[in-house]
């Protein structure tokens, strides 16, 4: 038994964790993949601190993280409630609604990149619905280029969101509910009073997936915009792939790959001891 978990376990020590402390270490050099890494302590936080796109970065991944959480989880837990009921027809709604987490975050992008063209189906909709004052070049307006991502970004997510809130209600007690209704509670309170405090699990599973979702999404923006125009769609992570693999600027993507790390560690710690202690 010990040597099928040594197996993974190696496996997830070379290909998970060396590369992570490795990237610390990397972190606080300059390297260019070519000859021996210049040491350079902190330096590379520092220039990080004083660099105009990481800041705009930082700020649009705490919008992302804001945006694509708060919208997915009220998204996803609305749609769990509204199907989590028998009736004809209610798988095929829940399959349809999960299907965009089939396809890959680039091809995703690459479809809403087709939907938001100046002919596609966007402006075409805001067109013959009276709204041609709202038409626009969606992913070329820095001012609102992030935020059209972000719309292709939940309309992918909150299916994934959706399954994970189905699978919480089926384990919530209807009778429960029943006694809260028979004592003259109203569906809104037996949902906060009753339903909620049973998803709390769910709850914690649902903020560490969307954290760490939203602070390592790089496919859907790279397919979509490559941090333009004019870095306005700029995250962390494509910050870090750019310097990194585009500009070859090994230590620097590196120390970009910590903070995201020390970001994630910090949301998801504060909330599991937050979580804790209202359980305690």
Same mark, same amino acid.
């Given at each position: 038994m010990w040597l099928f978990l &040594? %197996?993974? &376990?190696?496996?997830? @020590?070379? $290909? @998970?964790? $060396? #590369?992570a402390l490795n990237s610390f270490s990397?972190?606080?050099? =300059? $390297? *260019?993949?070519i000859g021996a890494a210049e040491p350079v302590g902190l330096g590379n936080y520092v220039d990080l601190w004083n660099d105009p796109i990481f800041r705009t970065a930082l700020r649009n991944n705490v919008i992302w993280v804001v945006g694509f959480g708060g919208l997915s989880v009220?998204?996803?837990?609305? &749609?769990a409630v509204l199907l989590n009921r028998p009736g004809r027809g209610i798988g095929i709604y829940r399959s349809a609604i999960y299907l965009p987490m089939v396809f890959s975050l680039a091809v995703t992008g690459l479809f809403w990149r087709v939907m938001y063209q100046p002919a596609g189906l966007v402006n075409t909709a805001l067109g013959?619905?009276?709204l041609g004052s709202w038409e626009r070049q969606w992913l070329?307006? #820095?001012d609102v280029a992030l935020y059209a991502v972000l719309i292709a970004a939940v309309w992918r997510q909150v299916g994934y969101i959706m399954v994970l809130y189905l699978a919480g209600l089926k384990g919530v007690d209807p009778a429960l509910e029943e006694a809260a209704a028979m004592d003259g509670a109203n569906r809104r309170q037996r949902f906060f009073s009753i339903v909620m405090p049973q998803l709390r699990g @769910? *709850?914690?599973?649902?903020?560490?997936v969307t954290v760490i979702d939203s602070l390592r999404t790089f496919d859907i923006v790279w397919a979509m915009t490559r941090g333009g125009p004019y870095n306005s769609t700029q995250l962390l992570s494509t910050y870090m792939f750019e310097q990194g693999f585009t500009l070859v600027n090994l230590g620097y993507g590196s120390a970009i790959a910590v903070v995201i790390f020390a970001l994630a560690i910090v949301f998801i710690i504060t909330y599991l001891v937050r979580? %804790? =202690?209202q359980e305690d």
């Open positions: &040594l %197996i993974p &376990l190696a496996a997830e @020590v070379f $290909w @998970v964790f $060396w #590369p990397l972190s606080l050099t =300059r $390297w *260019n993949g009220l998204g996803g837990l609305t &749609l013959a619905v009276g070329a307006d #820095p @769910v *709850n914690a599973v649902v903020f560490a979580s %804790i =202690r």
